[in-house]
C-alpha cells in the first residue's frame, strides 16, 4: 500500500520560508512524477509544482521563482522550498504521485500539511 506522508508546515510572517517534505511508503516506481497542490479555505485543490523522474520541474505563474520542488529518489522523497512567501499560499498543500505529471491528479495522495502566512 502506497503512502505518502507531508509534514514541515505551519505558521510563518509574509516574506519567510518554509520547507515541506513528503515521504513516500509503499511500492512506488521511481519513473512516478511528484508534485504539491494546495488549497485555500473555500477553494478548489490547485496545482502548484510537479517534478519529473528526469528532475524536471514545472511551476503554477503564481510560485515560479519563489517555490522549488525537488526529489531524492533514493530516499523516496519529494520537498517544496517555499521562499518570499505571501498570505495567499496559505492553505492545505498535499502531496501527489502518478504515473504522468499531467494527469497526476489520479495518482496516490497525501493528507496534507497546513502552510498559514501571516501579512
Known amino acids: 500500500q502506497v503512502q505518502l506522508a507531508e509534514s514541515g508546515g505551519g505558521s510563518v510572517q509574509a516574506g519567510g520560508s518554509l520547507r515541506l517534505s513528503c515521504v513516500v511508503s509503499?511500492?512506488?516506481?521511481?519513473?512516478?512524477?511528484m508534485g504539491w497542490f494546495r488549497q485555500a479555505p473555500g477553494k478548489e485543490r490547485v496545482g502548484v509544482a510537479t517534478?519529473?523522474?528526469?528532475?524536471?520541474?514545472a511551476y503554477a505563474a503564481s510560485v515560479k521563482g519563489r517555490f522549488t520542488i525537488s526529489r531524492d529518489k533514493a530516499n523516496g522523497t519529494v520537498y517544496l522550498q517555499m521562499n518570499s512567501l505571501k498570505p495567499e499560499d496559505s492553505g492545505m498543500y498535499y502531496c501527489?504521485?502518478?504515473?504522468?505529471?499531467?494527469?497526476?491528479?489520479?495518482?496516490?495522495w497525501g493528507q496534507g500539511t497546513q502552510v498559514a502566512v501571516t501579512s
Open positions: 509503499g511500492y512506488i516506481r521511481n519513473n512516478y512524477c
Open positions: 517534478i519529473d523522474s528526469d528532475g524536471r520541474p
Open positions: 501527489v504521485a502518478g504515473p504522468y505529471c499531467d494527469d497526476i491528479r489520479r495518482g496516490y
